[in-house]
């Protein structure tokens, strides 16, 4: 009898258990300075339910770790929580990750092998050649919903002089995210836009930019409300951590790569507080902080390798 009970019980908190869900968002290029001026009343709801972090990109600055502050390595190590000089993406051609240093998906996928991942994105290679959907160097990883591609959809989204398809892919991208979050909810996720790296290389510091974070802001509600509706309608809690990958340069506001304050500045919302007060976070950190929150045990060699800390660990 008491054995039945025990069982029961135990099925019972099962049921109650809320099934943790995570999201991240990088949004290419925006500068801590842009995004902190700016109208964002979407941004800011999740700021107050959660938080807002100083961040930084490039590693320890003239140290081993440090690295370019360009995209695919600034998202190369959010994957993987180490810098540049493990993971070994130096620039936007990828040509040479070293996959011996796991995604945050992969080790999800090794810990939770029945649970499923989405990457949402304007830059197919994301997927494709930083995951490494269904390549044998990550064990054949299976990305399980994927909407990505449309740049080299060129009928769908013809190329403009003005970028603004990007804008249209991004949209594109949000809805596709939002739709499959509220159907079916990856337990992880990652959603990538592009339009504020366009508005920042082509402009700088402008009202181009400044309209990019606005359309960034409103695309960010959408993807809130399908969280909130797997929220309330589901026994389901969900971290959303969004970032960016590089500042810019303090003169033009144009340019990155370099290892100035301005391009190795970023930030970091989240929609938790952290587990204690951060005074700057770095993107390394956002791996084990994902590892946390989701429970993963993470094997030894890749806990050791990790560059970052949790900012959910109490
Ligand atoms: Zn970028």
Redesign the pocket.
């Known amino acids: 009898m008491f054995r039945i009970i025990l069982v029961l019980l135990c099925s019972l908190q099962l049921a109650t258990a809320q099934n943790k869900k995570v999201l991240f968002i ?1 949004a ?2 925006i500068p801590a300075s842009e995004l902190e001026k700016a109208n964002k009343p979407a941004f800011d709801d999740i700021i107050n339910k959660g938080a807002y972090l100083p961040c930084y990109v490039g590693g320890e600055k003239g140290g081993f770790t440090q690295s370019p502050t ?3 390595v ?2 190369n190590s959010l994957l993987t929580g180490t810098w540049t000089n493990k993971h070994g993406v130096v620039d ?1 051609a990828i040509k040479n990750p070293n996959y011996n240093y796991p995604t945050i998906f992969k080790v999800f996928k090794e810990a939770y092998p029945n649970k499923k991942i989405g990457v949402f994105s304007t830059w197919l290679d994301n997927r494709t050649k930083l995951v490494g959907d269904g390549l044998a160097q990550t064990n054949y990883l299976h990305v399980d919903y994927h909407r990505d591609g449309y740049e080299l959809d060129t009928l769908q989204f013809p190329h403009d002089k003005k970028a603004y398809y990007i804008h249209l892919i991004d949209e594109k991208v949000v809805a596709e995210a939002s739709q499959v979050i509220k159907d079916s909810a990856p337990d992880m996720s990652w959603v990538y836009l ?1 339009y504020t ?1 366009d508005m ?1 290389h082509r402009y700088g510091r402008s009202p181009q930019l400044d309209t990019a974070i606005s359309m960034l802001d409103k695309q960010m509600q959408k993807i809130m409300q399908a969280v909130s509706y797997r929220e309330n309608n589901f026994n389901e809690e969900w971290l959303v951590i969004i970032t ?3 500042g810019r340069d303090a003169q033009t506001g144009k340019n ?1 790569g370099g290892q100035s304050d301005s391009e190795r500045n970023t930030w970091l919302i989240m929609n938790k507080k952290p587990a204690q007060e951060v005074a700057k976070t770095a993107i390394v950190d956002i791996f084990p902080t994902i590892a946390t929150y989701l429970n993963i045990k993470l094997p030894i060699p890749v806990a050791q390798a990790l560059e970052g800390v949790s900012l959910l660990r109490k």
């Open positions: 990088i290419d290029g360009i995209s695919a600034g998202y936007n592009e790296d920042g960016t990958d590089h990155h």
